[in-house]
């Protein structure tokens, strides 16, 4: 199994700031991956981080509001930028899911945006 | 697209009462079904899961089966207890990996108290 870390484990932030999260694993991994889980909803996968290359989006986000950088095997950052109040959410790291492989959550960060 | 529906909740119950969870997806395909359990401030933790139909998952006591003639995967427990309240979602995921590789899709939870 793999155990995930995530900074910071909640914050309160002013609209039109950005705030970034960071993700570290305790093993090498392939692929990262950020969801996103809005207040009494279910998660949402947001985008796939890969060392080296360039995240992919999911329909719906993009990289000028979620930049996210990837610079090893086990760590990423997923920045929320010139936020606003409907970006409150948890924002959960995840890690493994190929084929039936089991895939692991982070603790996540819950963000509260005024 | 893949979709996962959940009973609708919140689901109360008395400790030790009997729990059901329906869960019906669709999907093209043969997907791996699995159920997360969130419990109060923390993240999601697997539950179980099971990757090819008629496969029963089971852990602590709760257990689902796929059911591919029904597109089915309901969670059951016999006994619940009080430290069983929590958010338990259902998802699915493409076992076909490529551009699915790690795409889970979520039900939309189902909130569980469980009184004493």
């Known amino acids: 199994s793999a155990v995930i870390s995530q900074k910071p484990s909640r914050d309160i932030c002013q609209r039109g700031t950005s705030l970034t999260i960071q993700c570290q694993v305790d093993?090498?991994?392939?692929?990262m991956f950020w969801y996103r889980q809005q207040p009494g909803q279910s998660l949402t996968l947001i985008a796939t981080?890969?060392?080296?290359?360039?995240?992919?989006?999911e329909s719906g986000f993009v990289i000028d509001k979620f930049p996210i950088s990837r610079p090893n095997l086990t760590f990423s950052t997923l920045t929320v930028s010139n936020m606003s109040p409907e970006d409150s959410s948890i924002y959960l790291c995840s890690v493994g899911g190929g084929g039936t492989e089991t895939q692991y959550f982070g603790p996540g960060t819950r963000l509260l945006v005024l | 697209g893949d979709s996962v529906t959940q009973m609708e909740g919140p689901v109360t119950l008395s400790e030790e009462a009997f729990l059901t969870i329906n869960c019906t997806y669709t999907a093209t395909g043969y997907p791996s079904l699995f159920w997360y359990v969130q419990y109060p401030g923390e993240g999601l933790q697997l539950l179980l899961k099971a990757t090819k139909a008629d496969d029963k998952g089971s852990n602590k006591g709760f257990e689902a089966t796929y059911r591919k003639e029904t597109t089915s995967f309901h969670l059951e427990k016999g006994s619940v207890q009080v430290s069983d309240s929590a958010v338990y979602f259902c998802a699915l995921r493409p076992n076909a990996g490529g551009t699915s590789y790690g795409k889970l899709t979520f039900g939309q939870g189902t909130i569980l108290t469980v009184h004493p």
């Open positions: 093993s090498q991994v392939t692929m």
């Open positions: 981080a890969n060392q080296g290359s360039e995240a992919t989006y």
